[in-house]
Antibody
Framework: EVQLLESGGGLVQPGGSLRLSCAAS????????MNWVRQVPGKGLEWVSA????????YYADSVKGRFLISRDNSKNTLYLQMNSLRAEDTAVYYC?????????????WGQGTTVTVSS | EIVLTQSPDFQSVTPKEKVTITCRAS??????LHWYQQKGDQSPKLLIK???QSISGVPSRFTGSGSGTDFTLTINSLEAEDAATYYC?????????FGQGTRLEIK
């Protein structure tokens, strides 16, 4: 079964850091691009970041550029999002999602999400 | 940035009705437009990819059409389980963007 399982969310103070993980199973992880998408409860979806299958190319939304770092370990079938200098507006449910490549394809598999709360 | 504008924002419909949700892009995106369904607190689910391509396991009552800047998601013969929020999504250029969502309520 194709599955993505996020972890690492939690409560963090403004200015703090958190690292999210997304464990993939059931498909050839290294051949797929991966994305992070977030959602404030009750609001819409916001794309955060994407990474190519080989990890060479990375992309970020302006709202997180310079603060977040996306990476992957294909030997462990795991995607990461290192989040630094966190702000209250980063509070959201964070989903990882796969796509065949970063551009021109849909997000075909989604994880269940992990909640990040930035608050003092 | 490519802005996607969905209409309507909310629709209340009865079972067996036909529903049409539109998504307009601020510039041409070819057919790189995808549709998702999100129920309650669940994660989104891909319904239609590349404007009109069906997804395995998705009921055939869900169809998509359009190209360029104007796209449509059609739900034929609506069922109670279709109550959800629907989003369009473009993956042509950065930043990748989503529409604001259309919430569908079943009467």
């Amino acid at each position: 079964e194709v599955q993505l399982l996020e972890s690492g969310g939690g409560l963090v103070q403004p200015g703090g850091s958190l690292r999210l993980s997304c464990a993939a199973s059931g498909f050839s992880f290294s051949t797929y691009a991966m994305n992070w998408v977030r959602q404030v409860p009750g609001k819409g979806l916001e794309w955060v970041s994407a990474i190519s299958g080989n990890g060479v190319s990375t992309y970020y939304a302006d709202s997180v550029k310079g603060r977040f770092l996306i990476s992957r370990d294909n030997s462990k079938n795991t995607l990461y999002l290192q989040m630094n200098s966190l702000r209250a507006e980063d509070t959201a449910v964070y989903y990882c999602a796969s796509s065949y490549v970063v551009f021109h394809y849909g997000l075909d598999v989604w994880g269940q999400g992990t909640t990040v709360t930035v608050s003092s | 940035e490519i802005v996607l504008t969905q209409s309507p924002d909310f629709q209340s419909v009865t079972p067996k009705e036909k529903v049409t949700i539109t998504c307009r892009a601020s510039q041409s995106i070819g057919s790189s437009l995808h549709w998702y369904q999100q129920k309650g607190d669940q994660s989104p689910k891909l319904l239609i990819k590349n404007a009109s391509q069906s997804i395995s396991g998705v009921p055939s009552r869900f169809t998509g059409s359009g190209s360029g800047t104007d796209f449509t998601l059609t739900i034929n013969s609506l069922e109670a389980e279709d109550a959800a929020t629907y989003y369009c999504h473009q993956s042509v250029g950065l930043p990748i963007t989503f529409g604001q969502g259309t919430r569908l309520e079943i009467k």
